[in-house]
């Protein structure tokens, strides 16, 4: 669901909002779902809360080890789509 939502649902305020409770789950493949669903709603509707996510995404970057991927595609599209540079002093200090 977090995936097709932030595809195909026209309202991206709402698609974003129930992105953001998922991220809160107890879940790491469920939370890494989520960030990529907000990737999602970057591409397609070319708007997000930055104050709202990024300190989530960077929580989930530090935090996932299996889902660490999902969480740098996510972070690589939003930048992409929405001109930003979110994380990029902690990719180059790797």
């Known amino acids: 669901m ?3 939502l932030g595809e195909n649902f026209p309202d991206w305020k709402y698609a974003q909002d129930v992105r953001l409770r998922l991220a809160e789950h107890s879940s790491d493949k469920v939370r890494a779902n989520a960030c990529l ?3 999602y709603i970057a591409r397609t509707k070319q ?4 104050h709202l996510f990024k300190p989530i995404l960077l ?3 530090r935090c996932q080890t299996e889902f660490r991927w ?4 996510a972070i690589t ?3 992409r789509h929405l001109a930003w540079r979110l994380a990029h002093q ?3 200090n790797k």
């Open 2 to 4: 977090p995936l097709a």
């Open 37 to 39: 669903g907000l990737a």
């Open 47 to 50: 708007r997000l809360e930055k």
């Open 59 to 61: 929580r989930e970057l």
């Open 70 to 73: 999902r969480i740098e595609d």
């Open 77 to 79: 599209a939003i930048n």
């Open 90 to 92: 902690q990719k180059k």
